[in-house]
Antibody, heavy 118, light 107 residues
């Protein structure tokens, strides 16, 4: 079945960067756009951006343009999101998700909890 | 960006009751609205898309309605497994935005 596998947690220091992964299985990786969504503790959901795995085309939420960089590795069916210059505001759960039909997220990864702390 | 406003922020209801959650968009999004359920410590799960189409496997006690700027999610005959948080999301172009969420507590 369609699955998106994400590491459970990352601990990073303020000012550093982190690269989160999302390994896809059970479908043709290049068929669907991959999205990333942020959820701060006890808060709602924020769409960060999307990437087309077939050609690498990206669309970002303006709010995250200077924070997040989305890439893919087609050979391993893995999507990545790099977050830079981390602060406590970046401590959150980050989900990857796909849209098999444009616009709504029908398959989600389990999320990676990023903790920014010295 | 399109703003999505959900109400109420929280509600408590008993098993067997019917509850309704509403979502308002800051501009016309036609029927491009989805609803998700999220349980504590888990990822969101798609319930409804295109305002009223149930996702695969979603029980028929869930129903979505509305168009334009006003939408609602109705849960008939609440079950214990229905507790959790509910979010609306517009899918009328990027950036996609979500409502602030409704936390449903089962009495």
């Amino acid at each position: 079945q369609v699955q998106l596998q994400q590491p459970g947690a990352e601990l990073v220091k303020p000012g550093a960067s982190v690269k989160l992964s999302c390994k896809a299985s059970g479908y043709t990786f290049t068929s669907y756009w991959m999205h990333w969504v942020k959820q701060r503790p006890g808060q709602g959901l924020e769409w960060i951006g999307e990437i087309n795995p077939s050609n690498g085309r990206t669309n970002y939420n303006e709010k995250f343009k200077s924070k997040a960089t989305l890439t893919v590795d087609k050979s391993s069916s893995t999507a990545y999101m790099q977050l830079s210059s981390l602060t406590s505001e970046d401590s959150a759960v980050y989900y990857c998700a796909i849209t098999t039909v444009v616009g709504y997220f029908d398959v989600w990864g389990a999320g990676t909890t990023v903790t920014v702390s010295s | 960006d399109i703003q999505m406003t959900q109400s109420p922020a929280s509600l408590s209801a008993s098993v067997g009751e019917t509850v309704t959650i509403t979502c308002r968009a800051s501009e016309n999004i036609y029927s491009y609205l989805a609803w998700y359920q999220q349980k504590q410590g888990k990822s969101p799960q798609l319930l409804v898309y295109n305002a009223k189409t149930l996702a695969e496997g979603v029980p028929s006690r869930f129903s979505g309605s509305g168009s334009g700027t006003q939408f609602s999610l109705k849960i008939n005959s609440l079950q214990p497994e229905d507790f959790g948080s509910y979010y609306c999301q517009h899918h009328y172009g990027t950036p996609y935005t979500f409502g602030g969420g409704t936390k449903l507590e089962i009495k």
